[in-house]
């Protein structure tokens, strides 16, 4: 499948959809405390996407259960929401995707639980700094892989690792369209960025190793050595000047 180019009314919809994550994570973020279990997370999460006249995204994709994702501590990503309770100390991944009028958004962020360590609270701002070391490329006229490059580069630099099992995506009508955007250094250029293409771009960073597994219930990602992974993702629209943000 080619990437496709989204016209200026496309995105105006997509920003919709985009819109609705950001005033999500708002209220998501607000309800991170010791006790609170993750299935709470993904009932206040379905809610309020319904609310707003919007679908989950996830909910049913390839049979997944659920609204969001929340995966903490050494799960990286797809983790399913549980009766699992938040514990002073975790570290929570939030991943969420709406879809609104055509065209899908999708957004991930990383939260402590009360009080957490110095380095998870390095993890969580180093992933966070490294998608904006890789969006200095997403724009007209750079490669795709310049903005995986960067990102390694930052998430390298500060001792962390970068997950290659999952990469970020093209985004549109498809939550998941071309081109695959690793988080790692690739050895072709690939394609060259184009005004109107939307990027969903989410580095997902280790504390040790970046190798993963996947656990029996078929969709939670761990690290392998057991330390805690960290995520963080954004729908980007390339422009011809500084990239459009339309989760933010
Ligand atoms: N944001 C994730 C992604 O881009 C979430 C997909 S979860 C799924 O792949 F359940 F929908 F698969
Ligand atoms: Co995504």
């Known amino acids: 499948m080619a990437i496709t180019i989204k016209s200026e009314e496309?995105?105006?919809?997509m920003r919709v959809a985009g819109q609705i994550l950001k005033r999500l994570d708002e209220i998501l973020r607000r309800e991170i405390k010791p006790g609170i279990t993750t299935a709470h997370l993904d009932k206040i999460a379905e809610e309020y996407i319904r609310s707003q006249g919007a679908e989950p995204s996830f909910k049913g994709y390839s049979g997944y259960p659920a609204s969001i994702c929340t995966s903490v501590n050494d799960e990286v990503v797809h983790?399913?929401?549980s009766n699992r309770k938040l514990k002073e100390g975790d570290i929570i991944s939030i991943d969420m995707g709406s879809y609104?009028?055509?065209?899908?958004?999708?957004?991930?962020?990383?939260?402590?639980?009360?009080?957490i360590s110095?380095?998870?609270?390095?993890?969580?701002?180093?992933?966070?700094?490294?998608f904006f070391e890789g969006i200095k490329f997403a724009k007209a006229g750079c490669h795709l892989h310049e903005i995986g490059a960067?990102?390694?580069?930052?998430v390298e630099e500060n001792g962390f690792g970068v997950?290659?099992?999952?990469?970020?995506?093209?985004?549109?009508?498809?939550?998941?369209e071309d081109p695959a955007i690793p988080n790692y250094r690739q050895?072709?250029?690939?394609?060259?960025?184009?005004?109107?293409?939307?990027l969903a771009i989410e580095p997902m960073v280790t504390a040790g190793t970046y190798?993963?597994?996947?656990?029996?219930?078929?969709?939670?990602a761990v690290t392998l050595d057991g330390k805690n992974a960290a995520h963080y993702e954004n729908t980007v629209v390339i422009t011809d000047g500084e990239p459009m943000i339309l989760t933010l």
């Open 10 to 13: 496309h995105i105006e919809k």
């Open 79 to 81: 983790g399913i929401p």
């Open 100 to 115: 609104i009028g055509g065209f899908h958004g999708d957004c991930a962020r990383t939260y402590g639980v009360g009080e």
């Open 118 to 130: 110095e380095n998870d609270q390095k993890l969580i701002e180093v992933t966070k700094q490294s």
């Open 150 to 154: 960067a990102i390694q580069k930052y």
């Open 163 to 176: 997950v290659r099992d999952y990469v970020g995506h093209g985004i549109g009508r498809h939550m998941h």
């Open 187 to 198: 050895i072709g250029r690939g394609p060259k960025l184009l005004k109107g293409m939307v």
């Open 211 to 220: 190798d993963v597994k996947v656990l029996d219930d078929g969709w939670t």
